[in-house]
């Protein structure tokens, strides 16, 4: 089985990485929009429409589903995609809202996303419908994208940033934390050292989770990973997700800009 999963940067590596763990043997192609991040700042149209590109891409790679690594794409696009395309999809609210749910024991849940995802209000309605009494604190972090994609996680810039995101749910006595977009779980460290109570939801593994269990493990276990321009971070960071040779680069970037 192969299937396609696509991030607007790096971050969906995190869910590539488990999945790997999960099903070994299971083909993944990943396609990192790396030219166009980040989406969380991009009207909702625009999501739509770079998901939809997105998506289109990985399935002229002949993938059999499609998981949507990125919280703000997942919110935006993910109705819009499984009415129109001929493979399954897949994306990251629901299966973080339901682990969120059976983590807390207070029923305070905080979210961090991007701007577009919190706007956008999904993980709180993923979350009601499972625990309609919960209580929500979500929160909008556009600067710790651009801090994930230049490597300056452990900054003391980012910590302050960190900081500022963390006293709501901190104050409002939350017991869990959705990390709700799929860059976040790069920070996981820095939250712990400022918050080590509570309980942290990888939106990124439970969408990996999540999948495992309906698909097979079948395949060749080859991860062919793609961006739409060059970024070092990147490849370090697949390197060092993917050891021993699984994951391998394609040797020209994804022209983009050739896209309508």
Request: charged share 25%.
């Amino acid at each position: 089985m192969k299937v396609g999963v696509f991030d607007s940067g790096l971050g969906g590596l995190g869910t590539v990485s488990a999945l790997a763990r999960l099903r070994p043997n299971l083909d993944i192609i990943y396609f990192g929009d790396t030219a166009r991040l980040p989406y969380g700042t991009r009207s909702r149209e625009a999501v739509r429409r770079y998901a939809a590109q997105d998506a289109a891409f990985l399935l002229k790679k002949g993938v059999d589903a499609i998981l949507i690594a990125c919280g703000t794409a997942s919110s935006a696009a993910l109705p819009d995609l499984s009415d129109e395309l001929s493979v399954p999809v897949y994306g990251v609210v629901r299966p973080a809202a339901r682990e969120a749910v059976q983590t807390t024991q207070n029923r305070k849940i905080g979210v961090l996303g991007t701007q577009g995802t919190i706007a956008s209000g999904s993980y709180e309605r993923a979350i009601r419908a499972l625990m309609p009494e919960a209580q929500i604190t979500a929160v909008a972090c556009p600067l710790l994208v651009p801090f994930v994609e230049n490597g300056e996680a452990g900054s003391d810039l980012c910590r302050m940033a960190l900081m500022r995101y963390l006293e709501a749910p901190k104050k409002a006595g939350c017991d869990t934390l959705l990390l709700g977009c799929t860059h976040y779980p790069l920070l996981k460290d820095d939250i712990l050292a400022l918050w080590p109570e509570v309980k942290l939801i990888d939106a990124s593994a439970a969408l990996a989770r999540d999948f495992a269990e309906k698909c097979p493990d079948e395949g060749e276990g080859r991860v062919e990973l793609f961006t739409s321009d060059f970024s070092q971070g990147f490849f370090e960071l697949a390197e060092r997700f993917l050891p021993g040779g699984r994951a391998h680069f394609a040797e020209e970037k994804v022209a983009v800009e050739t896209w309508n």
